[in-house]
């Protein structure tokens, strides 16, 4: 039976498979951020409100408060007022680049007494709101010059306002709308060109520049000669990109020197040489690796973590949270975590095609590819395999902000999801 009125949900409709794994995310999140922080000798108590894991406490019990407002709202308020909610968050925006005071190098915060609030976060599902509001109207299609530039739009105005507060982490976030594009028709090599400029950067990095013209060169020319009998026009998309690869090799010097920040050329030397700025980021990571890979098999047990006790690990409570996890619950542990994850992201990707509206379809889309970029990023740096750009891990750092925003990001779909056989259905 349907419920009586458009904001009520039979309990019977409620995904509680993904409501199960957010509770057990935040609860083991709320845990460990007590063992990052934990001191043995200072009688410390998970309730305790003077520290991160008592903080985060509250945060949790104010997102359960949040959760109940999202699912009693009537669910066409999020696609009715999806342009709204994106224009105040821009506001803020460009408030806190005026207001803020400068925190580790980036203004990025609202601080309202003790409690700090980065409108970045929030801005995440504010765009998601926006995209897929506007690639759910009717006729839009993604072939269409002018749904492109209103998407450039939509996604690049939020992106560059972060960047100005100087928060490139965040800025980042907003490339995971990259996927939710490609579904909704982006072409394949708009992707197969990101990647190769990723994997020029890396290889220009570790690779002498002439052996890499010399490689690139070569693949041309066999692919070339191999469609001798083809049509000119394939042979002139092969040379193309062989003279766009070595255009892109050429400027990485450029990107590296011109571009980047002192700081953030540090952190691409480290993932190319651990050995490198030990007494800075070099630090970090090192550590990082090592209380990870001292937790063993199955770790050294809840609280008995060592590099935690002894603080090896800067922002070990917040973005380096997994290492506590490594450390303490050793691989099994981590394994749970990500395969956690990867069931979330699983059943978020299923629940988005299962929409019959495009609008609800689009933004599962967004709230998968926003948390996946959280994952792989964040365990990615923690491990050594990617730079460090300071992004949490959705559920588990400790943080009011991320956890708002993330709670309010997933259950925002739970409640589309749950009035799917109630909206229109405008599917592709």
């Given at each position: 039976m349907y419920a009586r009125n458009k904001s009520e949900i039979p309990s019977s409709r409620i995904d509680w498979l993904t409501v199960g794994i957010y509770a057990a995310c935040v609860i083991m999140g709320w845990l460990n951020i007590f063992a990052a922080v934990y001191d043995p000798e200072a009688n410390q108590s998970l309730f305790d409100f003077s520290l991160n894991a008592g903080k985060q406490l509250i945060w949790i019990g104010s997102s359960l408060?949040?959760?109940?407002?999202?699912?009693?709202?009537?669910?066409k308020f999020y696609e009715a007022f999806a342009y709204l909610i994106w224009g105040m968050f821009l506001i803020a925006l460009v408030a806190v680049i005026f207001l803020a005071r400068d925190v580790n190098g980036a203004k990025s915060w609202f601080e309202i007494g003790s409690i700090r609030v980065q409108p970045s976060e929030f801005a995440k599902f504010g765009t998601a709101l926006a995209l897929a509001k506007f690639m759910g109207t009717a006729g839009v299609k993604f072939e269409q010059l002018r749904t492109k530039l209103i998407c450039g739009v939509l996604l690049g105005v939020p992106a560059i306002l972060i960047l100005l507060q100087n928060d490139t982490g965040s800025t980042l976030v907003f490339a995971s709308f990259v996927l939710v594009l490609y579904r909704e028709g982006l072409p394949?090599?708009?992707?197969?060109?990101?990647?190769?400029?990723?994997?020029?950067?890396?290889?220009?990095?570790?690779?002498?520049?002439?052996?890499?013209?010399g490689v690139i060169g070569a693949i041309a020319v066999l692919i070339i000669f191999?469609?001798?009998?083809?049509?000119?026009?394939?042979?002139?998309?092969?040379?193309?990109?062989?003279?766009?690869?070595?255009?892109?090799?050429?400027?990485?010097?450029?990107?590296?020197?011109?571009?980047?920040?002192?700081?953030?050329?540090?952190?691409?030397?480290?993932?190319l040489d651990d050995q490198a700025d030990k007494k800075g980021v070099g630090w970090q990571v090192m550590q990082s690796k090592i209380a990870i890979g001292s937790g063993g098999l199955i770790g050294k047990g809840f609280l008995q973590g060592t590099q935690t006790k002894f603080d090896y690990v800067p922002e070990q409570s917040t973005d380096f949270i997994f290492c506590t996890i490594g450390e303490e619950h050793g691989l099994l542990g981590s394994s749970v975590v990500v395969a956690l994850f990867v069931a979330l992201m699983c059943r978020l990707v299923m629940l988005a095609e299962r929409q019959k509206d495009r609008f609800a379809r689009i933004y599962g889309y967004s709230?998968?590819?926003?948390?996946?970029?959280?994952?792989?990023?964040?365990?990615?740096?923690?491990?050594?395999?990617?730079?460090?750009?300071?992004?949490?891990?959705?559920?588990?750092?400790?943080?009011?902000?991320?956890?708002?925003?993330?709670?309010i990001l997933l259950f925002i779909f739970i409640k589309l999801d749950a009035h799917r056989t109630e909206m229109l259905g405008r599917m592709n």
């Open positions: 408060v949040l959760v109940i407002v999202i699912m009693v709202i009537d669910f394949s090599w708009v992707l197969v060109l990101g990647v190769t400029a990723v994997a020029v950067l890396v290889l220009t990095l570790i690779v002498d520049k002439m052996i890499l013209f191999r469609l001798r009998r083809k049509n000119f026009q394939s042979i002139a998309v092969v040379t193309g990109g062989a003279l766009l690869v070595a255009g892109m090799i050429t400027g990485v010097d450029f990107f590296i020197n011109k571009v980047l920040q002192a700081h953030q050329r540090n952190r691409i030397m480290v993932l709230v998968a590819s926003i948390l996946f970029f959280h994952f792989f990023i964040n365990i990615g740096m923690t491990v050594g395999l990617i730079p460090v750009i300071g992004i949490p891990l959705p559920f588990f750092s400790y943080g009011g902000s991320s956890l708002w925003s993330f709670t």
